[in-house]
């Protein structure tokens, strides 16, 4: 396998399918672990702030499916109108998404373009067309890899053979594949029809409905840099061709274009009135432009200032099927126009629907039915844009950083682009899941680094875009900006996404980087500055003021020479690693006073390479993990390097991961185990390093940051397209990372993590849900144990035993070769007496041996069942009482069911044969009938009052309550009146009828010997 793939291009075709194909399998040199799916993942969400959407389409044939495609998440569908949704895209290589299409006159052709074509800064990427003859069940892909981003994909209107792809192309890089492709045989060739050169792409691609000869292309010439951004060129310009791409010509001011320079161009065609095209342009004064010849001349409608505002991440248009004067422009907000464009009005507002808009799916037979995909996913309207629904079950949060807390349930927290900054439980002990409701807002703009103030209960930090650092109180909802100045007046850069971390070993420092890393312990009352300038300080990138090219788009996110990570050591006090976007990874072992950039000592490091991700160890003090991100210079090399010695050498690492790396994560307690989350999914390393596979659980997402809990053994990973993603209880990949040969054996083991007794809540509220509300799947309830078994399949036989070693619960599982999830419920199943518990009930806190038996061979583990941290912790002794009353109850409960079998026998026996019978049989027959329906009658009662005490007894705590003493007392009595009445049938007409019958007995009957005595103490 290649070490590294540069910039995507033809050249680069061989390096990139290497890459795609290994995807799709663990790589060499590590064997798989075997049964991995067995380990719980659970996304959490949240979706009431969704994610940004990048294309929608709709079967028109059935309106009701509805196709969605994320810039990073990949895509989903819904069958029924919108309420409920379903990923569909996840066993693909990437989950950028740039065009969906669907072929109308046969629906079961799809098609997706894989990479948005809104290049921000933290743009995903994709990786080339995709089809699905199925409606979207399965997809393959049929070429145009390397494109990275395809903008538009257009079908002919009746031949499902022939569809244009519009390739923007590389973002960062100049790349060949690039311009408009088309295909005549269904995706297995493709040919380029329009190309300009390696840094123009597809801005906006259009067929007119009317004729599918006749395509405007709007070409786009840009280029991003990590500290520049320009758009416009000499390659920029729009095309128009008559014979379906064959041959094009472009089009400029002598045809009404403006003169000089031009960006990118939004295009739209009426559906009504095909010879009437608009154009919005990027210019150096930009320009709505109306053709009413099918595009062979234009006029200016708008030059205003604004008509164009930010043509980078949003130029497009859309005109009404029937009115070719409505046309709706789409960028910070949705906008319409029933004048041609002359006066525009907001269509709706972002506090129902969020702004920066980039799609609106208008329905071709009725254009009030519209729907409208932005940053914070979609909404519906049937209205023509009066009324909204937003879509709350789409869960494509584009998550930049995590952070856990040490809660019972532990919280997540996490920033996310353009949606602000949030927290949020990884559980909930409610029965709906977790909602959205269950997430606070604690921070506007674009959210990134946000933690918990782990000194106090009820303060918070969380930072947007530039460095704005502020406190949230979670009490009361007041956020407090606390961003430092410099003392002396220096100009203090922050990056887009400075660098903010915590301290492990100091719950009241907080650390923020800007060229300098900066201190306070006081919740921003005080700052020390205590490093000096940390980047390059080149001049020559620092030239953000200027970012943009024709439209100037300097709002920081091209800030640059500044810190992105701060790392303080989890072992040693006064060790900081800090890591710029301009190569530099710098360390202090003096807790600020001296500094030594590292990177000198990195063979084969990017030269001024973006630091995403520094990790020191939890192991050894001198040991840390750096990631290069190198996607924004076009390079996607994997570069990880691990440092033993403080960072006087270093090794690298992880060069067979076909994918750019993002985050890396080193397990707390195994020094083995190392996560990475890339562009491309999540990848671990059980051998420090050596090798690595990818987890086949979690989808080709960008994961940016990732988080394993120390007390708990979760990983938690923050995805930037599909929210928070848990997986509980990583201990047995712990287990194989410290001793490989555990695989070898029968069976085995793993340590299980904490375990919470607690009470199951109704939903806060809701009583129904329907079908269209988000709900994150919550933990199981009780201890997971996770069991390795060798080959082949077998049934296992699992033991629960007290302190004692007494045992409190039993049962029999099936296991598979590889991982195995078995949970206990945390019930006492036939325990053993001396244990103080009763069938059915919850064991009590404490520390319990659990012992696997399968063919012959044992392993046993340790579960820590823990109180309820809600509540005061149950009283032992207080319980004994309850647990003698439960066991009474339970035995009167059994006594009641004997009875109830026995007079059941009975009538089924004798009905079967009453029939059959004559004289004297008949007559004891039908008396024997009669006398059971008369106990059953009189028995009804009696049987519950009998349920009565087992039911209140088993959901109480400590010492037995007035109210179940006169249950208990009210179950005494009627439990001899039970006894009495079925030990009278038994030996009266039961017997009598069975001495009429000799050995003539009918099958089934049952045994007459009486039940005998019994009580219940109260």
């Not at 923050?718 to 054996?745: M, N, Q, S």
């Not at 039961?990 to 049952?1006: E, I, Q, R, S, W």
């Given at each position: ?205 259009v067929i007119d409905p009317s004729n599918p000869d006749r395509l405007f292309a709007a070409m786009w010439d840009y280029r991003r840099y990590p500290d520049f951004f320009h758009s ?283 060229q300098f890393v900066h201190r306070t312990r006081d919740r921003g009352a005080s700052w020390e500055i205590i490093s000096p300038d940390l980047t390059t300080d080149d001049p020559a ?478």
């Amino acid at each position: 396998m290649p070490a590294a793939c540069p910039r995507p291009n033809l050249r680069t075709f061989a390096c990139l399918t290497t890459l795609a194909l290994a995807l799709a399998a663990p790589l060499v040199g590590q064997a798989p672990v075997q049964g991995i799916e067995a380990l719980t993942v659970r996304n959490i969400g949240p979706a009431g702030m969704s994610g940004r959407v990048s294309a929608v389409d709709v079967v028109l044939s059935d309106p009701s499916i509805i196709f969605v495609g994320s810039a990073t998440g990949g895509v989903f569908r819904s069958r029924d109108g919108g309420v409920s949704w379903e990923p569909i895209f996840d066993d693909q290589p990437a989950l950028g998404i740039g065009a969906v299409a669907v072929f109308q006159p046969d629906p079961s052709i799809v098609w997706v373009g894989g990479g948005e074509g809104n290049p921000r800064n933290s743009a995903g990427v994709g990786d080339g067309i995709f089809r699905s003859r199925d409606g979207g069940d399965s997809w393959e892909r049929v070429g145009l890899e390397g494109s990275e981003r395809i903008h538009r994909v257009i079908t002919h209107p009746t031949d499902p053979d022939i569809v244009w792809a519009g390739v923007m192309g590389p973002a960062w890089s100049d790349g060949e594949i690039r311009g408009v492709y088309k295909t005549v045989d269904g995706g297995d060739s493709w040919e380029r029809v329009l190309y300009v050169d390696e840094s123009t792409g597809v801005g906006d691609l259009v067929i007119d409905p009317s004729n599918p000869d006749r395509l405007f292309a709007a070409m786009w010439d840009y280029r991003r840099y990590p500290d520049f951004f320009h758009s416009g060129g000499p390659g920029s310009g729009l095309h128009l061709t008559e014979d379906g791409g064959a041959t094009w010509s472009r089009l400029g001011p002598d045809e009404g274009l403006p003169e000089g320079e031009l960006g990118r161009m939004g295009l739209a065609i009426s559906p009504s009135d095909p010879w009437i095209v608009y154009a919005l342009v990027e210019a150096t004064r930009s320009e709505l432009l109306r053709s009413d010849d099918g595009g062979r001349t234009f006029t200016t409608v708008s030059d205003r200032p604004g008509i164009a505002p930010r043509p980078f991440y949003y130029a497009d248009l859309r005109v009404d099927p029937a009115d070719p004067d409505r046309i709706y422009s789409l960028h910070s907000s949705a906008q319409v126009s029933t004048d041609g464009g002359e006066t525009f009005r907001t269509m709706v507002s972002s506090s129902i629907l969020h702004g920066d808009v980039h799609e609106l799916w208008i329905d071709p037979t009725d254009g009030r039915h519209m729907i409208m995909g932005n940053d914070g996913g979609i909404g519906i309207s049937w209205d023509g844009g009066d009324n909204w629904r937003f879509v709350e079950n789409l869960t494509l949060a584009q998550f930049y950083h995590i952070s856990l807390d040490d809660r019972v349930p532990f919280n997540v927290y996490g920033g996310l682009q353009d949606n602000g900054s949030w927290f949020g439980p990884t559980d909930v002990w409610e029965n709906k899941g977790i909602l959205n409701a269950h997430w606070t807002r604690v921070g506007g703009g674009d959210g990134f680094s946000v933690f918990d103030d782990a000194s106090s209960d009820r303060w918070g930090y969380s930072m947007s875009q530039g460095g704005n650092l502020q406190t949230f109180d979670r009490l009361t909802g007041q956020r407090r900006g606390i961003r430092p100045a410099h003392p002396d007046g220096v100009d203090l850069r922050f990056n887009w996404n400075a660098a903010l971390s915590t301290d492990p070993l100091d719950p009241s420092a907080l650390y923020l980087g800007s060229q300098f890393v900066h201190r306070t312990r006081d919740r921003g009352a005080s700052w020390e500055i205590i490093s000096p300038d940390l980047t390059t300080d080149d001049p020559a990138k620092q030239r953000w003021g200027e970012s943009g090219g024709l439209t100037t788009d300097a709002t920081g996110a091209e800030t640059h020479t500044t810190l992105i990570d701060i790392s303080p050591s989890p072992l040693v006090d006064g060790v900081i690693w800090a890591g710029s976007d301009d190569g530099n990874v710098q360390v202090t072992r003096d807790d600020g006073d001296t500094w030594t950039n590292t990177v000198p000592a990195m063979t084969g490091a990017p030269e001024t390479g973006w630091v995403a991700d520094i990790e020191p160890s939890h192991h050894e003090p001198g040991r840390a993990w750096v990631v290069f991100d190198e996607h924004r210079r076009g390079d996607w090399t994997p570069y990880l390097f691990r440092t033993d010695d403080f960072g006087a050498t270093w090794r690298r690492m992880g060069d067979d991961i076909p994918a750019f790396l993002l985050a890396v994560e080193e397990d707390p307690h195994e020094p083995n185990l190392v996560f990475v989350g890339t562009e491309f999914g999540l990848y671990m390393t059980l051998n420090g390093g050596t090798d690595w596979q990818r987890v086949p659980t979690i989808p080709a997402v960008p994961i940016r940051d990732l988080e394993l809990h120390e007390r708990d053994g979760d990983l938690v990973l923050g995805t930037h397209g599909r929210g928070v993603w848990v997986i509980d209880g990583v201990h047995a990949l712990r287990g194989l990372a410290a001793r490989p040969e555990l695989a070898d054996e029968p069976v085995h083991l793993f340590e299980t993590g904490p375990t919470w007794l607690h009470n199951t809540a109704e939903a806060i509220g809701y009583r129904s849900t329907g079908m269209a509300m988000w709900q994150g799947a919550t933990r199981d309830y009780g201890a997971l144990l996770t069991i390795h078994r060798g080959a082949p399949s077998a049934e296992a036989t699992i033991r629960v035993e007290d302190g004692m070693g007494l045992q409190v619960a039993e049962w029999t599982a099936a296991l598979e070769p590889g991982l195995n999830r078995v949970v206990w419920d945390l019930e006492a199943n036939d325990p053993a007496e001396g244990t103080d518990l009763a069938d059915g009930m919850e064991v009590w806190p404490g520390r319990y041996t659990v012992t696997v038996d399968v063919e012959g061979a044992r392993s046993s583990g340790t579960v820590e069942v823990h109180p309820d941290p809600r509540v005061p912790a149950p009283d032992r002794m207080a319980g004994r009482e309850r647990v003698q009353a439960l066991r009474e109850a339970s035995a009167q409960s059994d006594l009641a069911l004997e009875a109830m079998r026995r007079v059941r026998l009975l009538q089924q026996s004798v009905s079967q044969v009453m029939d059959e019978l004559s004289g004297d049989r008949a007559d004891r027959a039908e008396a024997l009938l009669a006398a059971i329906e008369g106990y059953q009658e009189q028995s009804a009662g009696d049987a519950a009052a009998l349920r009565a005490p087992a039911s209140r007894l088993r959901s109480g705590t400590g010492p037995v309550e007035p109210h179940e003493r006169m249950l208990m007392e009210r179950a005494a009595t009627a439990v001899e009146a039970l006894r009495s009445a079925t030990d009278a049938l038994l030996t009266g007409p039961a017997t009598d009828f069975a001495a009429a019958m000799g050995d003539d007995l009918p099958d089934g009957f049952p045994e007459l010997t009486p039940l005998g005595a019994g009580g219940m103490t109260p």
